[in-house]
């Protein structure tokens, strides 16, 4: 999920009580329920190696209790400007550390890209598909929930009333971000059904699987593969599902410059997180005999699209020309 979603769902957390358990409680799930995306410090290594390490050690489960200890010592070392601290259990801000983490760990694991939450066991993509990367309602309802006992604060000033604490609005919104999702996975299981449920032009399928959109909860991507095909298919549950009516391609015929290319560090590395990636060999004219071996990540753009693509130019005698990798803006479909 965006920081923001993050970052909110942190104070929801204290607000609704985990405030009370220390005095640093409310500072320490705000930077935990954005602390494993410190991640981003890999980009310095290249994008390649920002893509093999985002969402990897920080977002493992078992060790959130070693990332829990370091979101405890920046703390630590802010308590030198905040008296009141010094007079809390660190324990207790250390309990409450890995909840923020936890949480955004599972939060993350319900959009398409997914996180590796097994490791360092399994280092397995692991994702629900319930939630697009952002999702507007829930931003939506952790903003009113931020807004309303502020507002209620200003009119409770005014007429010498109590201030809202803001406890309520806090437990309103976890609880509606976990109704809201259990509907989301049962509409999951409904889109996958769909796409299950059909025969295609291109063949049987043998593998599907349906991504969230950012707007609609019943509008949902879709992807098929079959044998020799992949397909994308744009459709809402409410409306009858047309298997002839999707974004179509085919696997590339064997081809030594494909191979070449699968099996480079860098291609490896695209292929350990692009799992539904379609390739494409395309010939060069300059040099004469030269190729472009091209990938897109199927859940974030269609070929041709500069969206978590990868891209490999090799000359006639099979030398690297160039190479890049490009994160683009992923298509919200």
């Given at each position: ?10 104070l929801m ?9 220390a005095?640093?409680a ?11 995306d ?14 093999q390490?985002h ?14 200890l ?6 630590w ?5 905040f008296?009141?601290?010094k007079?809390?259990?660190?324990v207790r ?9 936890v949480?955004h ?6 959009n ?9 066991f ?17 931003l ?17 000033s ?43 032009p ?32 744009e ?8 298997p ?7 696997r590339?015929q ?5 191979d070449?290319a699968?099996?480079s ?17 395309v010939?060069?004219t ?22 978590f ?6 000359d006639?005698?099979g ?14 479909y």
């Open positions: 999920m965006d920081n923001v979603t993050h970052t909110l769902t942190g957390l204290a607000r609704s009580g985990l405030n009370r358990l005095p640093q409310t500072a320490a799930l705000l930077l935990s329920s954005n602390l494993p410190f991640d981003l410090v890999y980009y310095l290594g290249g994008s390649l190696t920002y893509l390490y969402r990897h050690w920080t977002h493992g489960l078992a060790l959130a209790p070693l990332l829990a370091v979101n405890v010592g920046i703390l070392l802010l308590s030198r400007r008296q009141s601290w007079s809390g259990s660190w801000t250390y309990l409450v550390s890995i909840v923020g983490i949480v760990i599972l939060f993350d694991s319900t398409s890209y997914a996180v590796r939450a097994a490791l360092p399994n280092a397995e993509w692991l994702s629900s598909n319930i939630f697009f990367v952002f999702d507007p309602y829930i939506g309802v952790l903003l009113l929930a931020v807004a309303a006992p502020a507002i209620s604060g200003l009119v409770s005014e007429i010498g009333g109590r201030k809202s604490t803001g406890r309520g609005w806090a437990v309103f919104t976890l609880l509606f971000i976990l109704s809201f999702g259990a509907w989301r996975f049962t509409l999951h299981q409904r889109a996958v059904e769909t796409l299950e449920s059909h025969v295609y291109q063949g049987m399928a043998r593998r599907v699987e349906a991504w969230p959109t950012p707007f609609s909860p019943f509008a949902w991507l879709g992807f098929v593969e079959t044998d020799q095909s992949w397909g994308l298919y459709f809402n549950l409410n409306v009858p599902f047309d002839s009516a999707g974004n179509v391609g085919y590339p064997p081809n030594a410059a494909l070449k699968w099996q560090k860098e291609g490896r590395i695209y292929q350990d997180f692009a799992r539904y990636a379609a390739w494409r060999v010939p060069l300059d040099p004469e005999g030269a190729v472009a071996v091209e990938a897109n990540d199927l859940r974030f753009g269609v070929p041709g699209a500069k969206a693509s990868f891209r490999v130019q090799y006639n005698q030398n690297v020309m160039d190479q890049e990798f490009h994160y683009g803006t992923p298509k919200t």
